[in-house]
């Protein structure tokens, strides 16, 4: 999804990017829709699905924000900073334990981040809060989904997201549409359904596990964005990123089951 986005954001303007994000992942539920009719739409928890789609969409521009003003280095690292929060989130609000393996995992992941982004001292200005508080909504947004989770389905859960998105994020689209060619589709569509199919196996992740166990997972996307970098841009990682992915590796075995029972 990372390397779509990178595409499309030489061609077209962020609110685009999030708008198709959102729009697109509309089309993976129409089976659903179809063989489940209205069934498909009924949920108790219309308030919480719209709660985790604004929190979410501000998180969304905060980054994209951040990624506008900041260097990519230093707006990586807000990026993926949110699992140091979800420990003591979910903790907050859904009286799940901190477990110290989980805060050790997060901040392990963490200092691995910062070794690949290597940020300098433009990283703290004021443009970082927003960097910092789109890190802590995100967490939350993630939070929420946990707790969807045990009475939503994964696939409810992200079609709301993707529905109440679509409606949030097409309002700034009155001004900015525009007609769009072929390869700014087709990079707009495929990022578009990749997120949302990663949606999907996230959701049903935080429904198998607590949000605080799952979180420092996120940090593996800075390998596979390693990985793509040196596939399509021929990007080779320095000693300090190597270290940084064994940090991350680290941090995903501490995050095993196994650990995590020892642990508790």
């Not at 969304?60 to 699992?83: C, D, E, Q, R």
């Not at 890190?135 to 529905?163: D, G, H, M, N, Q």
């Not at 940084?244 to 501490?254: C, D, N, Q, T």
Request: contains cysteine.
């Amino acid at each position: 999804m990372g390397v779509c986005m990178g595409y499309a954001s030489h061609m077209v303007d962020n609110p685009t990017i999030v708008f198709f994000r959102n729009f697109v992942g509309l089309f993976i539920f129409l089976p659903l829709i179809f063989t489940k009719g209205m069934d498909f739409f009924k949920s108790e928890k219309i308030w919480m699905h719209s709660w985790r789609a604004v929190i979410g969409l501000i998180a969304m521009y905060g980054f994209f924000y951040a990624i506008a003003h900041l260097k990519l280095s230093n707006a990586m690292v807000f990026t993926y900073s949110s699992p140091i929060f979800i420990p003591l989130i979910a903790w907050l609000f859904l009286k799940e334990r901190i477990i110290r393996s989980m805060l050790i995992a997060a901040a392990i992941g963490l200092a691995g981040v910062i070794l690949v982004a290597k940020p300098d001292a433009g990283m703290f200005n004021q443009m970082s809060v927003i960097g910092l508080g789109a890190s802590f909504l995100a967490a939350t947004a993630f939070v929420t989904v946990r707790a969807l989770t045990r009475t939503e389905s994964p696939e409810k859960i992200v079609f709301y997201f993707c529905f109440i998105g679509t409606l949030i994020s097409m309002i700034p689209m009155f001004w900015l549409w525009r007609p769009y060619s072929w390869t700014e589709l087709g990079f707009l569509i495929s990022a578009g359904l990749l997120a949302n199919i990663s949606q999907i196996f996230m959701s049903n992740a935080y429904k198998l596990a607590p949000a605080g166990q799952i979180g420092p997972v996120n940090y593996i996307a800075i390998i596979f964005a390693g990985i793509w970098g040196f596939i399509f841009w021929q990007e080779t990682p320095d000693h300090y990123s190597l270290m940084g992915f064994g940090l991350i590796l680290s941090a995903i075995i501490l995050c095993s089951p196994l650990i995590q029972k020892r642990s508790a």
